[in-house]
């Protein structure tokens, strides 16, 4: 079991910046990648960026350049930088955590407005 917990959300305008933050709790030695993914009104949830446990990562086309994902020292943590976010970045925004054995577990979302 993993429980995860998210942090950084909120309104911020066009162009501005944002740093989400997710710390894992229970099985973390069993972790094996982490990302996030987001959910716009209407649309699917869709990955955003991913790292895994030796420090590979992988970011969606739309957000590349802008977005930088990054896992803390003691690894139970994944952060997301955003920069220059865009009105289409709008979406709630989910960590996600991906077991050694398979089975993964999703945070319960933070918002991210972008808006004027």
């Known amino acids: 079991q993993v429980q995860l917990v998210e942090s950084g959300g909120g309104l911020v305008q066009p162009g501005g910046s944002l740093r989400l933050s997710c710390v894992a709790s229970?099985?973390?030695?069993?972790?094996?990648?982490m990302g996030w993914y987001r959910q716009a009104p209407g649309k699917e949830r869709e990955l955003v960026a991913a790292?895994?446990?030796?420090?590979?990562?992988n970011y969606a086309d739309s957000v590349k350049g802008r977005f930088t994902i990054s896992r803390g020292n003691a690894k139970n943590t994944v952060r997301l930088q955003m920069n220059s976010l865009k009105f289409e970045d709008t979406a709630v925004y989910y960590c996600?955590?991906?077991?050694?054995?398979?089975?993964?577990?999703w945070g319960e979302g933070t918002l991210v407005t972008v808006s004027s």
């Open positions: 229970g099985s973390i030695f069993s972790i094996d990648a």
């Open positions: 790292i895994t446990s030796g420090g590979r990562t």
């Open positions: 996600n955590v991906v077991l050694t054995y398979g089975m993964q577990y």
